[in-house]
């Protein structure tokens, strides 16, 4: 039993209960590698308080440098979960491996941990969508603060050794400036073998394009997005080739996928490196995308990312076989009920924090 996650449980606020909660969950998990400055995840987790009638379960886990406006989007997100606002899953989502900025040593026993576990798909490793058993994609890490372009090259050079055949793309997180984004894309798009695309190299809509215009590699817009006065602006200004999307901060699934429809770029589904509650969100996000774009299967998603958490509210994660997420890992309502009752501890500074929290968002639902 991975019993690293921890939850303690939260006085459930009358305008919860009105909407069908029946109990509110803090949880601590640490992640197993340092992800975009982070060492640990917390969020919170609402339950259904009616479990024949709703779906059950839903995740809140805004990062700590969103506000409660912001974040009020998060808890909308796990609402609509726990009302059973939620698209229909497909047979099986492929996801990308996610590859934090590791290098040498370090970076070699993370695939090779990732990379070892992918067989067992349920219709076997043959016919898996990655062929082989491995992943049709990788999501490298790039721009770290404190690390170099060379750090950055040899990743990749080192993810491509191990992944011949994949896409390969990259994550800057708006860390660059126009022109550091053009001096360090020709460098990781040679190293990569070619880019399927770099998401949110730069800031701005009008920085997007500016890279985009170059056509080193194609472009992916996130925050530029989902954090976005105008998220239509992205695809007016012509500054992405895909766009990234995710469930909790655009309101959840549903939402997600109109907002996706409306805006028309080819979209990929990802995670804020969540529980299985969010990924299951998320799967069912993925699955309604391909739909509305007419695929056969989803866009390899950056879903497979609870590798990532030393521990998880279930016992048998989310996690990825034969380089996909599948219908029949979805977790139910009772077996998170039991593995959040199972990691159940006294935190009174997890309950005192997310508490204030959760009264803070709530002004904005």
Do not use: H
Request: aromatic share 6%; net charge negative; charged share 20%.
């Amino acid at each position: 039993m991975r019993t690293a996650l921890t939850t303690t449980a939260l006085p459930v606020p009358p305008y919860l209960g009105e909407r069908g909660v029946g109990a509110v969950f803090a949880y601590r998990v640490p992640l197993r590698a340092r992800f975009r400055g982070l060492w640990e995840r917390e969020g919170l987790l609402l339950a259904g308080a009616d479990r024949e009638a709703v779906a059950g379960w839903g995740e809140c886990s805004p990062f700590w440098n969103y506000g409660p406006e912001e974040s009020a989007a998060w808890l909308r997100a796990a609402l609509a979960a726990v009302a059973g606002e939620l698209p229909a899953p497909a047979a099986l989502v492929p996801v990308n491996l996610t590859v934090p900025a590791l290098n040498g040593a370090e970076l070699e026993a993370y695939l090779d941990r990732l990379l070892g576990r992918q067989a067992g798909a349920p219709t076997g490793p043959a016919e898996a969508p990655g062929g082989g058993g491995l992943f049709a994609a990788a999501k490298v890490k790039v721009a770290e603060p404190g690390q170099e372009l060379r750090q950055d090259r040899e990743r990749l050079e080192a993810v491509r050794r191990r992944l011949p055949a994949a896409s390969i793309r990259i994550d800057a997180n708006a860390a660059w400036s126009v022109e550091q984004a053009l001096a360090a894309l020709p460098v990781l798009n040679q190293a990569a073998g070619g880019l399927e695309y770099c998401e949110q190299p730069c800031a701005s809509v009008a920085e997007l394009a500016e890279v985009r215009e170059a056509a080193i590699c194609p472009v992916a817009a996130d925050e530029s997005i989902r954090r976005a006065a105008d998220p239509l602006a992205v695809a007016a200004a012509g500054a992405a080739d895909y766009m990234i999307v995710k469930s909790q901060p655009l309101g959840g699934a549903l939402a997600a996928a109109q907002l996706a429809a409306r805006v028309g770029l080819p979209a990929v589904a990802s995670s804020a490196i969540e529980t299985s509650v969010g990924l299951a969100a998320g799967y069912r996000l993925a699955s309604e995308l391909a739909r509305g774009e007419g695929l056969a299967v989803p866009r390899p998603a950056g879903l497979g990312t609870a590798t990532l958490l030393a521990g998880d509210v279930v016992d048998l994660p989310l996690a990825p076989r034969g380089g996909a997420l599948w219908e029949v890992d979805l977790p139910g309502y009772a077996e998170i009920a039991a593995g959040v009752e199972s990691r159940l501890t006294e935190d009174a500074d997890l309950r005192a924090r997310w508490g204030a929290r959760l009264d803070a968002m709530g002004e904005y639902l």
